[in-house]
């Protein structure tokens, strides 16, 4: 599922800001990244399976492994795992509702976050 109108896909952040703020939304860089792109990812495990929502970036100037890169951010994604085949952002699944409304309000606080200190053209 793609979340399309959030406004994140609008912003150029710098990594290590962009990594706080994501972080204190549960978006998590970890071990999601290359010298040029990076995933944040937040799991919710629910009865219905595991989720992940997911905001990918990459680098328009910099690297990210050196900690200095300005990043293009992209739509946020939101998929379910399937062991052992990975995760799936098909417009076919089923997310739960409650799950859309929590990806919405996280999306929307980290939105108006990141535009505090985003890159503009």
Same mark, same amino acid.
């Given at each position: 599922?793609?979340?399309?109108?959030?406004?994140? *896909?609008?912003?150029?952040?710098?990594?290590?800001?962009?990594?706080?703020?994501?972080? $204190?939304?549960?978006?998590?860089?970890?071990? *999601?990244?290359?010298?040029?792109?990076?995933?944040?990812?937040?799991?919710?495990?629910?009865? $219905?399976?595991?989720?992940?929502?997911?905001? *990918?970036?990459?680098?328009?100037?910099?690297?990210?492994?050196?900690?200095?890169?300005?990043?293009?951010?992209?739509?946020?994604?939101?998929?379910?795992?399937?062991?052992?085949?990975?995760?799936?952002?098909?417009?076919?699944?089923?997310?739960?509702?409650?799950?859309?409304? *929590?990806?919405?309000?996280?999306?929307?606080?980290?939105?108006?976050?990141?535009?505090?200190?985003?890159?503009?053209?």
């Amino acid at each position: 599922m793609r979340f399309e109108n959030t406004g994140i *896909q609008d912003f150029k952040a710098d990594l290590t800001r962009l990594d706080e703020v994501m972080e $204190e939304n549960g978006l998590i860089r970890s071990e *999601q990244w290359d010298y040029e792109r990076a995933n944040y990812d937040r799991k919710f495990e629910l009865k $219905e399976g595991v989720y992940y929502l997911r905001v *990918q970036a990459y680098a328009i100037e910099g690297d990210v492994g050196a900690h200095r890169a300005i990043m293009q951010l992209l739509t946020p994604l939101l998929g379910k795992h399937y062991y052992p085949h990975g995760i799936e952002y098909g417009s076919a699944e089923n997310f739960p509702h409650t799950l859309v409304k *929590q990806c919405e309000q996280i999306l929307e606080k980290v939105s108006n976050e990141i535009s505090q200190f985003a890159i503009t053209n």
